[in-house]
């Protein structure tokens, strides 16, 4: 391993100081991204904040804890520590050593992954930017600056990776990872989650369970790949990206325990009057961030995905886990389709059903969110309970996008879709009614009316810490 160097003005473990070139145009992109963070990052103005900052990638000691001012943030370039005997596990190279380099034939696929993978990242950052000015406690505000930073630190692993390995080209496509902006008209991020807003705190709530944990599958899947930098410099995002679900998971968990809550305390499931969030409202926002989420993995069959994973660039989820020959050549899975135009299911080659496998993963992983949640409703004594919607409601990518269905998934013809999906996603009414509950609360140890507090604070330290000091 190389040591991490902390006193460049990029900290690094890949020995950036040895390498001029890569280093000078790295320090080149660097005044673009703090600009790009000054304009199209956060909003709040803050003195500093008690951050995390990835220092080391060992098992342990790996982040330092302490204030700090936002635009000071130590962004650096940090990847697992290499395995010199690494083979490949999967597809046509399978038993290969690892690649240091990439290899001019799978260049351009390569680079296209790294691109969309590099392109989420500050989207994210754009899409939370004005979140702070309507916290819900410094605890929050913290959390989210934590995930801002470090999607941007993400940012910088993909934009190292094009410098070092994709030349001139590359170079380009981390300058026009500034320049796509998540909404724009001109200029939009590449996939379509990337492009919604996220208005309110339900929303970054639930972008942080479901979107981010769509992070957590595509990392791991590239955490396989052949291309030895990628797959370190993913097995360490996603260490950093654990947390990010944490705060969507026990964001949701505050959210539901106030709702279910205010309906014991009251005996009604009429809340709004209360000033809490009611589940159908609550249900709704799931229901949307889930099927925005689930478009994420590309359609259910897909020969970009089979071309992939036979060259070895993207794996599957645990691949090494897996019993199989790591080839899949012979091999089918059943993918959900339109059949006939009803819902139903079609049986196809194991590697171009490869999205279907990964979305597969992804949803069982969801629902122990959503187990968790009826958990908290069932221990207050309630009936109701939140459910995933079925993957054929509200498709935009893959094989349900020309049909409408509803969260149960039976087919709906279009003139019912449109009078009825007001009962199933938000309405302006319902998402009115959330942004009038989002009222900043920048004391320390208070909270907003409409969540609970957390039941631990951050590194140990108390929920009433002073998390963020305002401007
Ligand atoms: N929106 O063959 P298909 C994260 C395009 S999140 C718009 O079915 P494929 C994070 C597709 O590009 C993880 N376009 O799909 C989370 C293709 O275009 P071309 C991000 C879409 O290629 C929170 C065409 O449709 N990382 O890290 O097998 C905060 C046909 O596609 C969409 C990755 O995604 C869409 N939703 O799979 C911060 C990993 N879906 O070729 C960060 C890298 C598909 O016809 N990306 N299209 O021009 C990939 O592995 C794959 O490209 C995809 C799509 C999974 C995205």
């Not at 410099?233 to 809550?261: I, N, P, W, Y």
């Not at 992983?365 to 459910?387: F, H, Y």
């Not at 349900?400 to 007001?422: H, V």
């Amino acid at each position: 391993m190389t040591t991490p160097d902390y006193a460049e003005k990029i900290p690094n473990n890949v020995g950036l100081a040895e390498d001029r070139r890569l280093q000078r145009a790295l320090e080149s992109w660097q005044p673009d991204f703090l600009s790009w963070w000054e304009t199209m990052g956060p909003t709040l103005p803050t003195q500093d904040v008690y951050l995390r900052t990835a220092v080391n990638v060992g098992r342990e000691g790996w982040a330092h804890f302490g204030h700090v001012p936002m635009k000071d943030y130590r962004w650096g370039i940090f990847l697992a520590d290499r395995d010199p005997d690494r083979q490949i596990a999967f597809g046509r190279h399978k038993g290969e050593p690892a690649w240091q380099q990439v290899p001019g034939e799978y260049r351009a696929e390569l680079q296209r992954l790294i691109v969309i993978q590099g392109d989420t990242e500050p989207a994210s950052v754009e899409q939370q930017r004005n979140l702070g000015a309507t916290a819900p406690s410094l605890y929050d505000l913290r959390n989210l600056f934590q995930v801002n930073v470090e999607e941007g630190r993400h940012l910088w692993a993909m934009v190292y990776l094009l410098h070092a390995h994709f030349g001139r080209e590359g170079r380009e496509e981390a300058v026009e990872l500034l320049h796509r902006n998540s909404g724009s008209p001109d200029a939009p991020r590449i996939l379509g989650a990337f492009n919604e807003e996220t208005p309110d705190w339900l929303s970054f709530f639930m972008f942080t369970y479901f979107t981010d944990r769509d992070g957590k599958y595509q990392l791991g899947t590239l955490k396989e790949s052949a291309f030895d930098p990628l797959s370190r410099t993913c097995e360490f995002m996603l260490k950093e990206e654990s947390h990010h679900m944490f705060v969507g998971t026990t964001g949701v968990d505050r959210v539901v325990e106030r709702t279910a809550r205010v309906m014991v305390e009251n005996d009604t499931d009429d809340v709004a009057g209360f000033g809490v969030i009611p589940l159908p409202v609550i249900q709704k926002y799931l229901n949307f961030h889930f099927s925005v989420s689930l478009d994420l993995f590309g359609g259910e069959t897909s020969t970009n995905v089979a071309n992939y994973y036979t060259a070895g660039l993207k794996g599957r989820w645990s691949e090494e886990r897996r019993k199989d020959d790591h080839l899949l050549t012979g091999d089918s899975i059943l993918v959900d389709a339109l059949v006939e135009g009803e819902i139903g299911q079609t049986e196809v080659a194991a590697l171009v059903g490869l999205n279907t496998d990964l979305r597969r993963e992804y949803i069982a992983d969801c629902s122990n969110g959503v187990n968790r949640w009826n958990k908290i409703l069932a221990e207050a004594g309630l009936p109701q309970r939140l459910a995933l919607p079925h993957q054929a409601f509200n498709r935009k990518v893959g094989a349900f996008a020309p049909s409408e269905a509803t969260p149960a998934g039976e087919k709906l013809a279009p003139a019912d879709w449109a009078q009825r999906k007001g009962q199933w996603l938000p309405t302006d009414t319902d998402k009115t009614f959330v942004r009038s509950l989002m009222r900043p609360v920048y004391e320390r140890g208070k909270i907003a009316s409409w969540l609970a507090p957390p039941r631990n604070g951050i590194n140990g330290k108390p929920f009433d810490y002073d998390y963020v000091h305002l401007s």
